[in-house]
């Protein structure tokens, strides 16, 4: 109890100090938006940075547009951690170490986990709050010197693992196409704010899925990198010291051209001088479109552990039917077993039982139900999940159904030194099964769904019922350390995507595992009418170009085919 009345405190007070700074924004962010901000707000990132060097545009005008935009984001969902557009105003006059500026005047948002110097990372744990830090990241030192603007942090779920955003620091925050749906966590705080058009890119991270998921539950654009492309120092994690299933930094973005220009202009600022953890690869332009290659996706439906629902499969399948009419080739892809991924990650990621992402709680501090009971399961004694193993395989009809939680239960349990580097043994030939397979096959990219569900409910309950388990088309790839993107693609249709009332009593249903029912009870065609869908698109490691480069190819199959993606406005 001793930590409660400082939590109330600091939880309040972090509160006070957002009004407040919201308060004594200067009243040009509060003024109507005119003729010239929407001017500013349409031009893509390229033609941005080139209209500020010619001095068609200043900076300071973009940050106004963008100001605007900024703030009344946040009041539709919540989705600041901190704001301090008056620091970055006066960042425009500031000298730069670069000879040139390649992100001169790009509005640019940080996730509450990567350190800016002069404010707080909480990482959502009211124990962080009034502490700012000291040093800025690399990825924020590079944006500066590249003339980025950067205005804002975004919020964050408590300890980041979650599918929601929600905090006893923040409050919760609400996906702009429905407010009854998450946006997406752990940066879901920037993928709300980007879809409302407050920001032209968000820095986020992603440990499985992070930055994946806002991009797919809000219609943006993402590209998670391979561990060392892009620059992740200073990006503070909820797992800190964990290395065998890395926290990657990788930003999300509204149009894919944004997206690719940003990736490449953050390379070419050489980010391995910034950062040590950064590898020396230039960047390799990729263009399948320009030269008409032929493409082969591998295609899976379903990781074996929840298959997706009924509007991400649509969506999936209509990507793959426009890939072939384009002349690309489509297969079904059967890699090694995702669940084995899913437990050698889990057991690596929760070596130490959750110690590190729970320990900074304090009293009565709000924790995602899913991480509570991953919290739960950990601190059981083995026998205990021995023998619920046991009885989730004897008792569950059909036979069989519940294999796969069982397998995780019974091993899902801290582990020695020793345990850990057997592992990460483990680790490697896995990966070593994937590239073999993945060659074996011939494949460009695997192309699959980023989530089983299209957003998740924003209750608490909810993402306790979908469990982190549910993350594993998104987390494999992380545990694989592959290229992974997400693009939009369409929206859900009640009319299409809707369950026949028999649905629970037929053979697929009955066939699931508890957490599949569980995924699968949370999916309502009528009240997800209009939330964005989006196919996960996966290259090798460092293909970040190639994955780009997919990307576009699908991007052309659907506006060629007519169902072309054209983002809501807000």
Avoid at 18 to 36: F, I, M, N, Q
Wanted: aromatic fraction near 8%; charged fraction near 20%; charge should be neutral.
């Amino acid at each position: 109890m001793a930590s409660y009345l400082p939590h109330r405190k600091h939880c309040s007070g972090k509160r006070r100090e957002l009004h407040d700074k919201l308060s004594a924004t200067p009243d040009v962010y509060r003024s109507p938006p005119t003729e010239a901000d929407a001017k500013i707000l349409s031009l893509p990132l390229a033609q941005l940075v080139s209209s500020c060097e010619e001095n068609a545009v200043s900076p300071r005008e973009v940050l106004q547009a963008y100001g605007k935009r900024c703030l009344l984001a946040h009041e539709a969902t919540n989705c600041l951690a901190d704001v301090f557009l008056d620091e970055a105003a006066c960042s425009l006059s500031a000298p730069s170490s670069a000879d040139d500026r390649p992100l001169l005047g790009v509005p640019i948002t940080i996730k509450d986990c990567i350190n800016i110097a002069g404010h707080d990372t909480t990482i959502g744990y009211s124990a962080n709050a009034g502490h700012p830090v000291q040093e800025s990241a690399p990825i924020v030192r590079l944006l500066r010197d590249a003339g980025g603007l950067i205005y804002a942090k975004t919020t964050l779920p408590t300890g980041c693992l979650s599918f929601e955003v929600s905090s006893d620091l923040f409050g919760s925050t609400a996906n702009p196409y429905n407010s009854a749906f998450s946006p997406g966590a752990s940066s879901g705080g920037g993928g709300a704010l980007l879809a409302c058009q407050g920001s032209m890119v968000e820095v986020g991270t992603d440990l499985g899925g992070s930055v994946r998921y806002p991009a797919a539950y809000c219609g943006l654009y993402t590209v998670k990198g391979s561990h060392g492309r892009f620059p992740s120092h200073g990006s503070v994690s909820c797992l800190p010291g964990l290395e065998a299933v890395p926290t990657i930094t990788a930003p999300m973005a509204r149009t894919l051209d944004d997206l690719e220009e940003f990736w490449r202009r953050v390379v070419e600022m050489k980010p391995w001088d910034y950062d040590h953890t950064c590898v020396p690869v230039p960047w390799r332009a990729v263009d399948y479109v320009a030269t008409g290659a032929r493409l082969k996706f591998g295609l899976i439906m379903d990781d074996g552990v929840v298959p997706p629902t009924p509007a991400p499969s649509r969506a999936l399948l209509e990507v793959a039917s426009a890939l072939s009419k384009q002349g690309h080739e489509v297969v079904p892809f059967y890699p090694p077993s995702p669940l084995e991924g899913l437990k050698i990650g889990y057991q690596l990621m929760f070596s130490e039982g959750a110690k590190s992402v729970t320990g900074p709680l304090r009293t009565g501090e709000f924790i995602s139900p899913a991480l509570r009971t991953v919290r739960l399961i950990l601190s059981l004694p083995l026998w205990v999940k021995k023998v619920q193993a046991m009885l989730l395989r004897w008792f569950s009809r059909p036979w069989g159904r519940n294999d796969a939680w069982a397998s995780l239960l019974e091993i899902f349990h801290p582990k020695s030194a020793l345990d850990e580097r057997r592992l990460v043994v483990e680790r490697e030939a896995y990966k070593a099964a994937w590239h073999d397979a993945w060659r074996r096959e011939g494949l460009d990219f695997v192309l699959t769904v980023p989530h089983a569900l299209p957003a998740v409910p924003r209750d608490p309950q909810a993402s306790d019922r979908a469990t982190l388990v549910s993350a594993n088309y998104a987390f494999m790839y992380n545990v694989l350390d592959y290229a992974a993107g997400v693009l939009p693609v369409g929206y859900v249709d009640k009319t299409r995507d809707s369950y026949a009332p028999d649905f629970r009593s037929a053979e697929k249903y009955q066939g699931m595992n508890d957490v599949g029912r569980a995924v699968h009870d949370l999916y309502d065609a009528d009240s997800m009418h209009g939330m964005p869908l989006a196919v996960q698109v996966v290259g090798g490691r460092f293909e970040e170009e190639k994955v780009i480069a997919g990307m576009k190819v699908i991007e052309k199959a659907l506006w060629d085919g007519g169902k072309g993606f054209t983002p809501r406005k807000f």
